[in-house]
T-cell receptor, first 115, second 111 residues
Framework: LAKTTQPISMDSYEGQEVNITCSHN???????ITWYQQFPSQGPRFIIQ???TKVTNEVASLFIPADRKSSTLSLPRVSLSDTAVYYC????????????????FGTGTKLQVIP | NAGVTQTPKFQVLKTGQSMTLQCAQD?????MYWYRQDPGMGLRLIYY???????DKGEVPNGYNVSRLNKREFSLRLESAAPSQTSVYFC??????????FGPGTRLTVL
């Protein structure tokens, strides 16, 4: 399993863009990069997933350089409701043909949004 | 769709007691997972099931057993609870696109 490294915590003011970087030096060819968000007392929630280059959805963007050894989750104009723990996961392959995917949740990045 | 449901939401056990945590999903997913999360920590995988009838150990399987009863249900059993098993337990199921859906969790305290 690819090991991931993220900052333990980050603070940001409301309205700012937040970038959380995850390092995954031993990512494998079949691995995808997935980010989850977890609020206190809730299970994690899928945010975004990518393989290479850039992926954007209605919530966030994910930037992955060509060597894929790191990735950056970008949250535009954060609000107080974005205060949560963000986890970077690396694993693969995709598919639901009866195969499986073991991934590891690290300790995540605790994002505190300040008014 | 209810998504992933877990019962019970809270449980207090005495050391040595047994119990089963129930999990069900109505999204027709093949893969299901059990995690535990200790305070201030990330999630650690206990067991997973790639499909109905198959189960395999994750990172921290000791002290637990699982049953994939059918495609919908995946239960976690503690045969003889220990204080070290005090934790929040999350069940999840996974789509073919890699997205995991989590249940609301079971908060277990072992005295």
């Amino acid at each position: 399993l690819a090991k991931t490294t993220q900052p333990i915590s980050m603070d940001s003011y409301e309205g700012q863009e937040v970038n959380i970087t995850c390092s995954h030096n031993n990512i494998a060819t079949n691995d995808y990069i997935t980010w989850y968000q977890q609020f206190p007392s809730q299970g994690p929630r899928f945010i975004i997933q990518g393989y290479k280059t850039k992926v954007t959805n209605e919530v966030a963007s994910l930037f992955i350089p060509a060597d894929r050894k790191s990735s950056t989750l970008s949250l535009p104009r954060v609000s107080l409701s974005d205060t949560a723990v963000y986890y970077c996961l690396v694993g693969g392959p995709l598919g639901d043909s009866g195969g499986y995917q073991k991934v590891t949740f690290g300790t995540g990045t605790k994002l505190q949004v300040i008014p | 769709n209810a998504g992933v449901t877990q019962t019970p939401k809270f449980q207090v056990l005495k050391t040595g007691q047994s119990m089963t945590l129930q999990c069900a999903q109505d999204m027709n997913h093949n893969s299901m997972y059990w995690y535990r999360q200790d305070p201030g920590m990330g999630l650690r995988l206990i067991y997973y099931s790639a499909s109905e009838g198959t189960t395999d150990k994750g990172e921290v399987p000791n002290g637990y057993n699982v049953s994939r009863l059918n495609k919908r249900e995946f239960s976690l059993r503690l045969e003889s609870a220990a204080p070290s098993q005090t934790s929040v337990y999350f069940c999840a199921s996974r789509t073919g696109d890699n997205e995991q859906f989590f249940g609301p969790g079971t908060r277990l305290t072992v005295l």
